[in-house]
């Protein structure tokens, strides 16, 4: 593992960390991602790491590989029929929110919201308590069933997403593993930082569930279920962790945690 160093002083003895960070270029995820060191390292580690940016994990940047696939897919009838009967609908939660001062379009009418768009919105201001009266409970779930219909379709049934990105995002997180394990836990122990989006979180526990049968949050609700059904909150993290026990043997323990509640572990596998 590749990446900045903290040294850690506890009883006198000194404890080597290798800390690799990276994030999508956006402000958000970069704040998040040094919020999350500030937590986890002393503060003057935290301010002075090398944090690498990349777009990897945002399949919607306009030089990703899989973008063309991605608008390929929302282009399909099926999808492009859905989406003209939602429009109605879009167009109205729009309408609301600049009349209510939360958009202010440069000129003209504002063009209805994306569902992602739609769906952080409403979502922050429900949670201010200062979401406008037209919006019911019953749009916020329309909205939330239409971003999960979209996500769905580009990422949990979307081969191009899964192979050109989550599975190498798996591959790199693999090969750490097993540097440290060919090691025999004698280096420096090595902590990867990744931040970026909700979608990616999605996408990354359907790959786990899909792959695995890992369903990390199932037991966080009674009502969604499986990862299909389920926009993760802000600040949800996803914490893999490789493990040496006394006998020698090394396994994997996988969790997920977010704001809706603590640490849920729930999955222990062998790494060999």
Not at 161 to 179: A, G, K, M, T
Not at 184 to 189: E, F, L, M, R
Not at 231 to 247: M, V
Request: contains cysteine; aromatic residues 10%; proline residues 5%.
């Amino acid at each position: 593992c590749n990446g900045s160093h903290s040294e850690n002083e506890a009883n006198g003895d000194s404890e080597i960390w290798v800390v690799k960070t990276v994030s999508t270029p956006f402000h958000r995820t970069v704040l998040s991602l040094q919020e999350f060191l500030h937590g986890l390292l002393d503060d003057d580690y935290a301010d002075n790491f090398d944090l690498h940016l990349n777009h990897r994990m945002d399949p919607f940047w306009l030089g990703h590989n899989t973008r063309d696939e991605l608008e390929r897919l929302l282009a399909e009838p099926e999808v492009a029929a859905k989406e003209e009967e939602m429009m109605a609908f879009r167009e109205k939660v729009t309408s609301v929110l600049v009349e209510s001062g939360y958009l202010h379009p440069d000129e003209g009418p504002a063009k209805p919201l994306a569902w992602p768009w739609l769906f952080e919105i409403t979502h922050c201001l429900e949670k201010y308590d200062i979401l406008p009266s037209e919006i019911s409970q019953e749009d916020l779930m329309i909205i939330n069933q239409n971003l999960l219909r979209r996500w769905n379709i580009l990422y949990r049934q979307n081969p191009t997403y899964l192979n050109q990105v989550i599975r190498p995002f798996h591959d790199v997180l693999r090969r750490s593993w097993e540097n440290v394990a060919r090691e025999n836990g004698k280096s420096a122990g090595c902590i990867e930082v990744y931040s970026a989006h909700d979608s990616t979180v999605f996408a990354l526990l359907n790959d786990l569930e899909l792959t695995y049968d890992i369903s990390l949050f199932e037991s966080k609700t009674n009502i969604l279920g499986k990862s299909g059904n389920f926009i993760p909150p802000y600040a949800s993290t996803i914490c893999l962790a490789l493990h040496q026990e006394e006998n020698g043997h090394w396994w994997l323990s996988a969790s997920f945690s977010s704001t809706n509640g603590g640490a849920n572990d729930q999955f222990k596998a062998p790494f060999n």
